[in-house]
């Protein structure tokens, strides 16, 4: 299949789960693509007459096709791992306690301002493909192992880097505010005031931020401290989101929900009133399975409080060397759905149209329909249910990306591997 960013096709022969929460499967399903940009899909037999040999058909041989997924919650980038935690944590050491014996975030910070570019680089690329295998096509990347102005740039820049080189739509979100970094050591008030006056208006100067994050936790930073960063980032115009509660619930929500925030994350405890506060601002809830699992959390995120006010949900794979180690966000739905009991069309809307709202891209991505980005992934699948179903089996025969067949897929359309 050629390489042809302006090309008019016609995916067809497929079963078409567009996205969103109340989505059906549609067999017999076909797909009009212009360029980047979808302009038509629905049943094959209501599709519009075109000009003959104008239109490239691709028979997609009866393969499932959905919207390209969406990892919302990653820190992709960072060096070294956190293996030796793993133990402590078996002998019931806690999140505190491991970071006082000198393991936690401020290790990776450590490893992270020693590796070169080019280590973090070729690291985080590895970690990347591997989300590309299971039908990612755009992900949000995270600072936050850097914790001095000189290392965030850098992490922000190999990921808009990495976003270029693997033709994968890349969200950067600044988290200066991931944990005190040892320069300002017991001055958290201090530090927050620099990355609010000084790094955040320099790093969006250089277009490096498309949101700003904050770590809202007991042993992390406040909600007066989020309040203050959130404030910064507001007079910027940069849209902001937040862990919240996951250890304990300080207030978090509260606050980020009053400024609109894209998205609240982890939520383990979460109450009604923030709940209702995320309904009304329109916040999506991220939910983080990997990291409850490693953590053997017992205590879930209010799934059915969720639920009953209406508040969308995203699954991510909170990529990251300390809590969700490994990048699988198929894995990420498995957990979703064996340990939150979310249904199969939360499961997939948790990883597209609720994803995609999650990093403001809903106008962009996240469904197929006319208009937005022709990103799509293609499934060897017999049920929608099969999402959430594996552990360690990939069904994704590979992605379209801007209207364009990614390698592996490109390579079964040609030898014919598909009908
Ligand atoms: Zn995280």
């Known amino acids: ?126 970690r990347l493909e591997n989300l590309q295998r299971e039908g990612v096509t755009a992900l949000e990347i995270k600072s936050g192992y850097g914790l001095d102005l000189a290392n965030e740039a850098r992490l922000l820049r190999l990921a808009r880097r990495l976003g270029r080189d693997a033709d994968v739509a890349v969200h950067n979100t600044f988290l200066g505010a991931h944990a005190v970094p040892p320069e300002y050591a017991t001055r958290g008030d201090e530090y927050i005031e620099t990355l609010a006056r000084d790094w955040l208006p320099q790093l969006a100067a250089q277009d490096l931020v498309d949101s700003v994050d904050v770590y809202c936790d007991r042993h992390a930073f406040s909600a007066e401290q989020a309040a203050r960063l959130f404030d910064a980032a507001y007079a910027l115009g940069l849209p902001v989101r937040m862990h919240a509660e996951q250890f304990a619930n300080i207030g978090g929500t509260k606050v980020a929900t009053e400024r609109g925030a894209l998205s609240c994350d982890h939520l383990e405890h979460t109450n009604e009133n923030d709940v209702l506060a995320m309904a009304q601002a329109g916040t999506v809830a991220v939910l983080l399975p990997i990291a409850w699992h490693v953590l053997r959390e017992r205590q879930r995120p209010p799934i059915d409080a969720l639920r009953r006010a209406n508040v969308s949900m995203a699954i991510a794979t909170d990529c990251n060397p300390g809590t969700a180690p490994g990048e699988s966000l198929l894995l990420a739905l498995h957990l979703a759905e064996r340990e939150f009991c979310l249904q199969a069309s939360e499961l997939l809307a948790g990883v597209t149209a609720n994803a ?42 590979g992605t379209v990306r801007g209207g364009q067949a990614d390698a592996r897929l490109a390579a079964a359309i040609e030898r014919g591997l598909l009908v």
């Open 1 to 126: 299949m050629k390489e042809d960013r302006a090309a008019r096709r016609i995916w067809r022969n497929c079963t078409l789960l567009a996205g969103g929460p109340e989505c059906a499967p549609l067999p017999d399903a076909a797909v009009m693509t212009e360029g980047q940009n979808i302009v038509w899909s629905g049943p094959r037999a209501q599709r519009p007459a075109t000009d003959h040999g104008a239109w490239q058909e691709i028979d997609l041989g009866g393969r499932w096709l959905t919207p390209g997924l969406i990892d919302c919650h990653t820190h992709l980038l960072f060096a070294g791992n956190r293996a030796a935690e793993q133990p402590m944590r078996a002998r019931g050491a806690s999140y505190t306690e491991i970071a006082a014996a000198g393991g936690g975030i401020l290790s990776t910070v450590r490893a992270t301002r020693a590796a070169s570019d080019a280590q973090l680089y070729a690291q985080a690329r590895a």
């Open 356 to 397: 995609a709202r999650a990093l403001g891209w809903q106008r962009q991505r996240g469904r197929v329909a006319p208009g937005l980005l022709a990103d799509f992934a293609v499934w060897q699948i017999d049920t929608h249910e099969e999402f959430g179903y594996w552990i360690g089996h990939n069904p994704c025969v």
